[in-house]
């Protein structure tokens, strides 16, 4: 396991311009445009099972310094518990542990909440993909493409979750493409595999649905 996860502290001089309003928009306008041209014949013919294991969820137990299991959920990102906040955290380990950066999640947790990129509400600043060194899909291909070289791609949408009972921003991994279907890690419901027909697919990236769409881990 390595020892401690990096990132430099969150301040107004560093939240970069790539996550400004204008730009999003731009991306977003674009990547709507790219779903309503896209051929699912062709890209359904694809099949990459997820070759990492499942993502944390909110009810996953997890054993804190050898001494007692709590579930994921209740370890806190700054001042809330996960389970109220937007899930990035677990998603971002994942990502993380993808690319055999081995951190505990509580380290996570703390590291992201210290360095101030989670907010009193347990909003997940999306200045920390930059941080990461990672970047915007700017079309549905770049997805496909991303997936088919083993990697993970990360969607912000608004309160996807079946057992999600309030309107709330939450964060999911896509980790894998068969056929007609995406596998979608949830930190809410665990893993699943959803249906990516042309409304389907507008449903879970499209512009309505999903404030900042996809960032591609790299």
Do not use: W
Not at 35 to 60: A, H, N, Y
Not at 130 to 139: E, I
Not at 192 to 213: E, H, P, R, T
């Amino acid at each position: 396991m390595d020892t401690q996860l990096y990132l430099p502290k969150l301040s107004q001089d560093t939240k970069v311009a790539i996550f400004s309003h204008p730009v999003n928009n731009l991306i977003s306008s674009n990547f709507a445009s790219s779903i309503r041209q896209i051929d699912f014949k062709f890209f359904g013919k694809f099949e990459v099972l997820p070759s990492i294991s499942s993502i944390f969820t909110v009810d996953s137990k997890l054993c804190l310094e050898g001494k007692s299991y709590i579930k994921v959920g209740d370890l806190r990102c700054g001042r809330r518990p996960l389970r109220e906040t937007d899930c990035a955290v677990m998603c971002i380990h994942q990502g993380l542990m993808s690319k055999g950066q081995v951190f505990s999640i509580a380290d996570v947790a703390k590291t992201i909440a210290t360095q101030l990129y989670c907010n009193e509400a347990g909003e997940t600043s999306l200045s920390i993909f930059d941080a990461l060194g990672l970047r915007r899909a700017y079309c549905i291909e770049e997805v496909f493409t991303t997936l088919l070289q083993n990697r993970i791609v990360t969607v912000r949408v608004h309160a996807l979750s079946e057992d999600c009972k309030i309107n709330q921003r939450l964060f999911l991994n896509i980790t894998g493409i068969s056929a007609d279907k995406f596998c979608v890690d949830d930190p809410r419901s665990g893993r699943k595999f959803k249906l990516f027909s042309s409304a389907d697919l507008s449903k879970l990236l499209g512009s309505g649905n999903v404030s900042y769409i996809v960032v591609s881990l790299i």
